[in-house]
Structure formats: C-alpha cells, structure tokens
C-alpha cells in the first residue's frame, strides 16, 4: 500500500509531518496530487487547540496540483489536468446546496443542513498538507487552472480570497460606497481587494502593521488607520467627515474589531463579519441604536465549489488583482513544521507561506 | 389664538392632559384633525423615562384622522379628507430617504442620515395624541383612507402592522418558510400576520398570555409555544424536528428573546430583530457558529411614507388580514392618563387601546 | 430482463402505450416504481410535434411513486420509501446550478449551461408516464413525501405548482401588490395561489372559461377578467383605477397574452413570464416605454430539486393551498391514450388528468 | 424683468439660441446659474422631431453651475454653492420614489408613477441649456460639487454616468463577471466603465467606430469588437469559448444591439437596456429559449436625484474612472447651433461637448 507524507493533528501544540497510505478512491472522488498548498490561521487555531479536531487528522484546506485519479462516476475531468478545489467541498446535492448555502451544506443528516458543514477538509476528512488529498464530490469541486496561471497565482482562490471577496459581496458593496475593513491580514486584505473590485471608491483599511499597511494600499485601500496612533473609530468618522461608512468589514475575530465595526456604520449599513470567533459578541447598546438604526449583520463562511473557483480564478487572469504579494515565504512540505512555527508567530512579516511537496 | 387638548410629557411618571395652541401650519405641512389615534409601547417607555423626550411635548405617533388645513406649498390633497400618517415621517429628500433607508432620514443634517431620524411625532416635534396634529413634509407622508374602512381598521397601519410586517419583509420571509416569532404583543402579532401574508408555511409563536396565545392562531400561526411551559430553543427545535427555522423574528426587545431568535435559527437563517433594546446584547457564541453559520441578523424600525401607507391599508381593505382584534379597549381623549394607566400596566388583557378625541 | 409498460412517442400525433425494459439502475440513480403521474400541456407540444424529442422516448415529467432501487452510491434514502422527484431534476454539481440556475444545467457540458438542460424526463431521458422512471442525481432530485398526503395531493409539486409559484417568485411579488394573471389553466392557476400565498392583495385573474374562472377565485382570485366579454387591457386599467398592475405573470405563451401583460404594468413593474413561445415575440414600442419605463421582463423554467420539491409539499401540508381541485380526471396508465385525446382536446372542462399504473 | 439666453426648440430641425425671461423662483426651486452643460443624444431625437417637445421649451439635461437663489422653503444649501442635478429630478415624495424606482416620478398624478416622469428638464420644464435653469424639489436634486473637481469632470455625472453605470448596476454585474456592451458612444462607453467598476473580469466591447474603440478600452474593455469586421454574436460566442455573457448591456436602441444582445447570454443571464427605442422589437424565439432560459430583461431610465449625484462625484473624485476623454469639444453658449451641428452629425470624433454660457 503506497504511502505519502503528512502533515498530521497529533494533540494541543503539535502538528507533525508524518507518513500514512495514499487513500483509496472513492466512486464520487478525486485524488489530487498536492504541488503547491499553504498555511491558514485556522490551522494555527487548530494547533494551538483552539478549534478541536481528531488526533491523527492531516491539516490543511488550500489545495493546488494534479489529477492523480478519478472516482468512477467522475465525468468531465481527466487525470493529469491541473486543477484547484475549495476549501469549502460542497456536496452540491444537500438542501443547503441547493438554497445557495452550501458553506452549511448538511448532506447526510437529516434536514441537509450543518452549521460549517462544508469546510470537511483539514476538519472532518483529512486535508491537503500532504502528497495526496482526495476530494470528495469531485464533480462538484474541482477546478482546472487556466492556463498561464502558476500556482501560486491560483494559492489564494481556496479560501483567503474568496473569504476575503465574499466580505465586500455578502455586505452587498456597490459603486461609490465607502468601506472599512478591520484588520489586514490575509482575509483582510482580499476583503480590501474585494471591496474595490465591487466598486467601493473609499476603502479605510485598519491595522498597525506597518507591512500590512503597504500592501493594504497595494490591494486598494484609499486611506489607512493606525489603531496603535489613533483611535479607529474616531478617525474614520473625522476621515468620513461624521458619515460613517455603508459597509464594515470585520476581518481578524474579535470583540474589538466587531464593536468598532459597529461603531463606524451609517444608520442603515452593514456589518459584513469574516472573523472566527472564540467567546460570545457583545453587541453595544447605542451602537446598534436600541435595535431601531436598520442596521444589519451578516457573516459569511468561505464559499467554496468549482464554480466559485473558476470565477475567482477568472479575477487573478483577468489581472484586475494581483495577489502575488501575500506570499511572502516558500518552504518544501519537509519543512512544514518550521512553516508552522514561522507562520503561528507572526515572524519576519510573514502574511501567506507557500508549501510545495 | 385656538387652543386644543393634548397628552403632554412632563416628566418621568407624569404624562397629563392639558391645553396647548394649535400649531401654525408650515409651508410644506397639514394640520390634521385626530379622529381615532392609539398609545405604543414606546409611549410607556417615555412615560417611565426610559427613553428621554423634551419636557413638554405632545406624545404619540399613530394619527387617523381629516385633514384640517394644507401648507401653501401642498398639493394633490384636499382639506376635509380622511387621511392617516406614518408613525415615520420621512422627508422624501434627504440621502437616507433616496437611499431606501427613509426611517434613518437626516434632512437638515451634513449627510442626510439620522439614526432613528425619521421618527419624529412624539419624539422631535409635537405628536398626535392630542386635537390636532402637525404632519411635517405633508406630500410624503399623508395618505387618503380609502372609502368603507373605518377609524380601527386603519389604526395599525402608521406603527403597529408597518412595523410586524417589516419583522417578516426584512427576514425576506418567503413561500414555504419556516417562521418563529418570540413574543406576541401587538408588535409580534402583526408579525405572525406578515409571515403568514409572506408566504411562511409554519409559523411557530412564542408566548406565555393565554389572550395572546389566542389572538396568535387567530393571526396565521401554526403552532404557539408557551415559553413559561417549556424551553422555548428546546420545543421549537422539536417543532421542527431539529432543523430549526429559516427565519426568527424578535418582537419584544430583551436579551433572551433575542438569543432564543438566534438559537432556533437553522445555518444560514435569519434573525429579524424588531424590539427596542435597553442596554448591550450578547450573541452567544455557539449560537453564532463562532460567525461562520452563514447567519444574519437584520434591524428594522417601522416604514413610514404615505406609499407604504397606502400598501398597508390595501391589505387590510382586501379582507387578508383583520387586525380588528388588536383594539380590546376604547377611551375618548379626556380620558387618556386613565388608558395610560390601563395599557402601562397590561391589565385586563389590552393589546392596543383606541383614543378618540 | 423484466418489462414494463411506458408511454412512447414514436411520431408526431402518436404516443402510444407500449413495452421497455425497466432499465437498469446507474451509481447515481434510483428507480422509482410510479404509482401516479400526469400528462403536461408539454407532452401535447411534443403529441404534435411542436416540441421534437426522439422517437422511442417514454414521456412524461411529472412522478409520484416509491423508490425501488438505489444506485450503489445513493444515500440518504431507502428502498420503499415515498417519493417525488420534480420535472426538472438537476445535477447538483455543474456550474449552472452552483449559480442558482440549476433549471439550466449543463451537467457534462464544457461550460456547465445548457439552456433548458434542467428538464430531462420526457425530453431526453425516458420520463415517467411509465411503471418505472430512472430518477438520475438521485440524491439531488428524491423528495420524501410527508405522512398523511396522498398521491393526488402532491402530484402538482413536480412541475405545475413549481411553475405556478416561480411565477410570483421570479416577479417579486410582496406583501400589497397587485398582480395580473394572463391564462387560468394549471400553471396560471397555481401562478394565482402563488401569488395569493406571496402576498398580493388584489389579484386578477384573466381567462374566459366558466370553470377555469371559478377555479381561479377559488385559488386566490380577487378580481377575474373574461378576455371575450372585455378588452382586458382597458379592463384591468379600469380595475386598478388607471394605475396598473406590480407584477404581471404571462402562463400561456402567446403574443396577445404576453403583450398585454406588458400593457398593463406600472412604470417600473414586471413581466413575470412562464408561458412556453412557440414564435418570435414583439414588444410593443408604446407598452415598454421606449425603453425607458424601468420595466423588467424576467422568465422562468420551473425550478426543481429535492428541496424545492420538499417545499412545496410543505406548502401543500400546511394546508394553505388546496390544489385537488385541479385533478377533474383520473386514468388508469393502461387507458393514457385515451387521457391524451381528452387532455390534448381540452374537453369536459379537464384541468389535470391523474393517471395509475 | 432680467432676460437670458437659451437654447429653444422651435419646430423640428430648429433649435434656436434666443432670449427669455430669467423664471421666478418657486417656493421649493432652486434658480441656477449654469457655468457648463452638454448636449445628449437626446436632445438630438427632439431636434429631429423623434421625440416630441412643446415649441418654445429650453432644451438640456445636464447642468453644472452655481446656486443663484433658492427658494423660500429650501433649506441646506446657499447661494454661491457649485452645484449639480440630475437629468431626472424627482420630487422625493411621489409613490414612485417611495418606491425606488424615482425616474418614473408621478408627482401630481392619482396613482404617484408616471412612464418617464422623472425626466423633466428640456422635456417637460425649461431644461439647461441656457444661462439659468429652474431646479424643481430642489433640496432632492440639488448636489454640491467636491471641492478639487472641475466642471468637466463632473459633467458626465446628470446622465451619460448615471445612465451609463446603472446597466450595470440594473444588469447586477458582480464580480468575476462577463459582460458585453453593444455600442461605444457615451452611454455605452460609461456602461464600460461602470461594468469594470462593478467587478466584471471579461469586458467585451462592441463597436465599429475607431476612435470610440480606442476610448473603450480605455474605460475597462477587455475586448473590443468592430461589428464592421465579424459578425458580433458569433466573434462574443467565441471569445466566451462558447459560453456566452453572464450580463449583455444594450447601449444605443436599435433591433440589431437588441437581439444581439440577447444572443450572447448564457442560460440564465441578463439583457440589460439602456438604449432609447423607436419601434415595436422583436425578441427572436430562439435566442429567448422560447420562454425557458430563465433571461431576464431589465431596462433602465437614468438615475437622479441629489444622492445618485453625489455618490457618482464621489467616484470622480476617487480617480477610479476618468471620463475627461469623452469630452472632445468645447463651445460658448452663443456657438450651441454649431455645437449642435456637430454633434448631431457625429463629425470629427465628438462624444460630448462641454457648452459654457
């Protein structure tokens, strides 16, 4: 039984690299042969034990290779073509799925719907820090990369950009808004590339990285504010000249950034929440307008299947965004544990690693 | 210079009737004639203080009544016509109101949104609790009754029904939805009606009021769960035999209604939040999918204008809806601190009280 | 290799009944054992030629039966179980029905759209005028059917209903509008109970024959309109008082049906059409505003899938809508040529025939 | 009584520079002094007598300019402000504008919607190709031009980028989108842009007019095709690798943009009109789907209103989009009947004519 190296989910504090058989294929898979993938900050809320998984699971949902093998019943992909899939595996035949919510795609359960249910990668099947990953629903999922397009151009599409886009499309950005995005890390940033791709013509990036800043404005942002020089919500209102601003984006997960999310609206604007969060909200009283300011909170879970991917893939060819700069370090999947420990503590300005087996 | 009757806020615990001038009719203003208005659970939390207005001023926002006197600048109305308001006012001019956001109206203001800025009666400027009232911005906001419909008919449209409606518009109830609406005041009511008009296909109310457990069936809902009985989250996910409900929406304004909405929601649902809060809310964590459910909450403060008006008052001439039970008590104006106290206190079953001058 | 009897049409003005092998079961399909079926004003078009599919081809798209056999990678269901499946049955995984537009699936398709692609029972699979019909993307596309309903009660989800509703849907009717319905046969009939259950308050339903105008009153009808008595343009205007309608659903497929929808909206409303054309179409210049009106044409193929399918019987057990009344014949599978020469002849005031094996 | 210059429709093929008096101020008007306006096709239809206007009436749309004086109930500007207002100018308080849908304002009408009624100047008011124009509902139409922003660059915003922007926004282009634009004079060429800014990733631009060609590649045209040279629907066909448009946006009025456009779409897409008809159109069977590709047609009367302007002078000044190409010609207001010579017979490369009094 052939075998491959993994990165595996061992206990709190320990991802290792390791080795375990290749999988079988199943009738509906496709076994995907990993040439690029990378490192996400829910992998990190996985290691440090923050987001529990089994012992023995491979990490990992950002896919980029090759069609190794297709399930019997996978039609229209050939083996050799290159191809990505989501992070998100939606099974497309779920009741979610098929009410244009496959993020909580329940297929198998009763009702066909499971909060978080399409995120299976890295979280209920084994992921793609590895040689191999097999992708469920293949038909569903897979993705061919055009041509011309490397693997690292395509590394984003899986989750960072289409969570990071899905931001500024879930608070329903439209020409001339005016945007905030809180925090700028990977999400942030393509949440702040999204927002101008979607026609938002002032976008106010938060961070206090000063790297993070420059490529904030890289990616789009008109202005960007310093929460360790000055106080976000103060700022943007001087900046938006007492509006406010249509839409919030809330990138990082946490009560800071949601409130002032809040806080930064015009009456009638949307808070578009990314963030994962680890402990309950609290939403501020005046904020909200004692409930009467006919504001509105969404959150979105990364959307994922191919046809999301191919459009997300169309947007990198089309050169309209040009997410090459958050790769900033490459490491062989030997190496993965060092990427972990570079990655999880923020060293060296690091924003996205890319992992090549 | 004439003098009329009005119910006058004085200070906390105090609201009196006593004699005020009959205002000057502005250019863009109507003078009505009260016929038949009502009192609001919002007019109690002003007679307790607990949400502050000027000493001094006219209470109320839910006028029927004939038009007494046009401003100069008014056209398309006629003195002596049978009309009602909208508890909201809008200006028609200011960016709120172009935007579709007419309650958040800021006329006057630098950028044309105001939260709460389109209520106005009984909270800016005089309201209609009173002989006569002073209909701002007349064109926008008057609406011709329509023949054969008399005072009671009519006498939810400016808040109560506008407000329940936009429970279930705002959700974007939809045909074969399920619906869980928690607390049945008169609010909560006309939203049970609105999910029902809607197209909702199982609405689940949520009360403990026998009266009110009544008056619910008797507005479309399906089934009615009395929460000093059982665990309202526990029932209605048995209800629904675990699924949940595509759409909750909170009628009451407290902290456990609203986390109850959020956790009865299925992945993707939508919380359509209309109470007035009092201080800060949690959104509990779980019940949040850690914001990665595909969740959304939306806030709605009652539609004004005389268009949606005029849509309100054709459902009720359309025998759809009949919110005639609503109305349990009727006092004439003189009477009115005696109704306040009746309706403050919630005795002998009163949903909405009618007060004719 | 065992039997069955199917309704084949061999050639334009004849689809008899004959024998097929019951085919055999694919890895994604189920085999449904029909217990009650119908016959669609399409199988006339495809009778007569007008609609062309293969000869040798089983028609009919509209299944009520029990599932007799799983494919080896269906699950979720089981053997016995009661089922529908809807007209048009989606893959679940091509692009199109990612997008939201799986009545267009270009499942196998270079590009994942195929105008029409949706509908494959009776048009380029054998359909289920049959003893057993081949349900592909099984799990996309089986429904259970709730305890307690009979086969006549949900024998108009798979398309009729679907249709109907999607009419109202596709238009965006809400709470208050008013709506005209072009053509009361089974789809306008159940586009009338659509938009009655979206919320319109005045509907006018046009037709001109005396049961099918009673029908429609019972279906929701406020208003009905015989286009032989009046002009129903200067009618409906009339009606409205001059202002016209919100939303118009043409649900016959003509150019008199279809310009007088247009004829009759307001500035800024919209043509919901579900009619099938049989011609080029002419907007008249006037109607449209020269293309100024803010008017919408939007148009609809039935929408299918298990949850659609599980929403409608939703609907139809909650009792809101009572569409027995459209079953007026019943046949055994043995005598469906003789249903056709009654249904295809529109005689003895038919609606829907239910038809037995 | 102080007289100015205007340009005057006296009969068809007579468009006069002549003399009037200076209008009196209404109480809700606006007098403004206009330092630049243009001359759109339009206005060309009424020179040619193809879109009938009353003799005598001041023809233009598109002011730029000054606040002269404001009228007794307008509050929120000063006099001396630099201004814009739409071509549309809609009241603010009609049904209509309640409605969203305020460019088919039916202030002063029974029902509040009137097909066109939005458009006001040089249509059914004295419009502002002139030295002062009257603004109706000033405090709704009127909006103060952003410091740092010349007469040119905001010139386009009253129609060609109103107009121009909202087929995409109509057509709800998003992003990842492809989109193709029939016709490159200003309209489409601001559709163009409007598409690129909307997020489409695929802009196909259709054309046979050099300079024009050049100009949209400059607006975000990914590809331009000369309908000269191929045939469009099969070059569109092949561009798409067979796919077809998400979103075809029709730019000029005319059968062949019309269906054309129609024929590119994918199942399921979007003909979004823009253009002014002059004859009944026929939607070709085929290209339709007989009624069953779930297509959509919308059409779109240029927004206005204070808020539209603002936000399009917000996205001038954002730098996003330079429209400062399309202005190819400058005249005085004396010289307006050789600007119309010019512009009528589209000589010498004209998009647009800056006119200054």
């Known amino acids: 039984m052939p075998r491959m190296k993994a990165a595996i989910f061992v206990e709190r504090g320990r991802i ?40 023995g699971l491979t990490i990992g949902h950002e896919p980029v290779g090759v069609i190794e093998k297709l399930g019997s019943a996978v039609t229209g992909f ?30 198998g359960t009763r009702h066909g719907f499971q909060a978080l249910g399409g995120w299976k990668f890295g979280n209920t099947i084994d992921g793609c820090q590895a040689e191999y990953v097999l992708v469920p629903d293949a038909m569903a999922n897979l993705a061919p990369v055009p041509d011309g397009l490397t693997d690292e ?42 927002a101008r791709l979607a026609g938002a013509t002032t976008i ?20 960007v504010v310093d929460f360790k020089a000055v106080d976000p919500v103060e700022e943007i209102m001087r900046l938006t000249d007492g509006r406010g601003v249509d839409v919030a984006i809330e990138a990082l997960g946490t009560q800071g950034t949601f409130q002032n999310a809040l806080r930064v609206l015009r009456p009638g ?26 504001l509105k909170i969404v959150t979105t879970l990364c959307p994922g299947g191919s046809e999301r991917m191919r ?47």
């Open 311 to 357: 459009r997300l893939m169309a947007v990198v060819a089309s050169g309209r965004v040009d997410l090459k700069p958050l790769v900033t370090h490459r490491f062989k999947l030997d190496d993965i544990e060092a990427a972990y420990d570079l990655f999880s503590h923020q060293r060296d300005g690091v924003l996205k690693v890319a992992i090549t087996p």
């Open 153 to 194: 151009q395509v590394l984003m599409c899986p989750d960072i950009m289409s969570t990071g886009f899905s931001g500024a499309e879930s608070g329903h950005v439209r020409i001339g808004d005016t945007v905030a995005v809180f925090a700028q890390g990977p999400i942030g940033l393509c949440a702040t590339a999204g």
């Open 78 to 107: 050939r083996e050799g073509q290159r191809v990505i899939a989501g992070a998100i595996t939606p099974s497309g035949y779920s009741a979610a799925c098929q009410c244009g919510c496959s993020s909580q795609d329940g297929a």
């Open 16 to 55: 290792v690299l390791d080795e375990k058989p290749i999988p079988d294929v199943g009738t509906l898979d496709a076994l995907m042969r990993i040439t690029t993938t990378t490192i996400c900050g829910t992998d990190v809320h996985i290691l440090k034990g923050e987001y529990p998984v089994r012992s």
């Open 204 to 223: 106010i990036a938060v961070d206090s990285v000063p790297a993070r800043m420059d490529v904030a404005r890289r990616m789009g942002a008109d202005l």
């Open 269 to 294: 604007g949307t808070l578009s929440s990314l963030g994962v969060y680890s402990s309950d909200l609290t939403i501020p009283f005046g904020a909200f307008g004692a409930g009467l300011a006919d």
